[in-house]
């Protein structure tokens, strides 16, 4: 069985500060992906990850970064966080390219920036 | 270029009655159609998807979706609804480049008794 953890389920921060979200997969899945939802607008996609090292800009990057040092964790790095980065962030993975493969998704982590 | 319009934010329905959600899809090459479902404060779990062969996918939970080439749709469905399947549905379709999934705005479905 998949399984995806997030580090937090909820998660507080101050304008300004730098915020880590870890996502873990145990399933050895190439790529990952980093998502935020917002009510009316779906699922936007941040960053996805094919490799260790390797990384390419979403839909909407702008404010946040990603980092893949390992092939089971992939993390997303809020600089100097912002209200309007108040969501909910989901992270998916799924194993290598191929267009018949789903996305497995972590539970979800609710940022709230004050 | 593959996209997915979902008609609908919002759909409700009562308890028994049948569930129809719908989803219809922009691709360039021949889709690969997903429909995922996501609980209150959970992440995205898949419900059934279409890749190749029969038309007619059956999924957990009693739903199944049928692919229609001719109307480029992929209609989610469920003859009887439960109370149970309150939540917000997704459909998506694989990028052409096999590397993401592209998915709807969602629709939330409520179920009455």
């Known amino acids: 069985d998949v399984k995806v953890t997030q580090s937090s389920r909820y998660l507080v921060k101050r304008t300004g500060e730098k915020v880590f979200l870890e996502c873990v997969q145990d399933?050895?899945?190439?790529?990952m992906f980093w998502y935020r939802q917002d009510p009316g607008l779906g699922l936007r996609l941040i960053y996805f990850s094919y490799d260790v090292k390797m990384k390419e800009k979403g839909d909407i990057p702008e404010g946040y970064s990603v980092s893949r040092e390992k092939k089971e964790r992939f993390s997303l790095i809020l600089e100097s966080a912002s209200t309007n980065q108040t969501s909910m962030y989901l992270c998916a993975s799924r194993p290598s390219r191929g267009r018949g493969y789903e996305q497995y998704f972590g539970p979800g982590t609710r940022l709230t920036v004050t | 270029a593959q996209s997915v319009t979902q008609l609908g934010s919002h759909v409700s329905v009562s308890e028994g009655a049948l569930v129809l959600l719908r989803c219809n899809y922009s691709s360039s090459v021949p889709p690969y159609l997903f429909w995922y479902v996501q609980y209150p404060n959970q992440g995205l779990q898949l419900l059934l998807k279409y890749t190749t062969g029969a038309t007619l996918v059956k999924g957990i939970n009693g739903f199944e979706a049928e692919f229609k080439k001719s109307e480029t749709s992929f209609h989610l469905t469920k003859p009887s609804a439960h109370m149970s399947d309150a939540a917000e549905y997704f459909c998506?379709?694989?990028?052409?480049?096999?590397?993401?999934?592209?998915f709807g705005k969602g629709t939330t479905l409520s179920v009455s008794s």
């Open positions: 998506a379709v694989s990028n052409q480049a096999g590397t993401a999934l592209i």
């Open positions: 399933m050895d899945h190439e790529n």
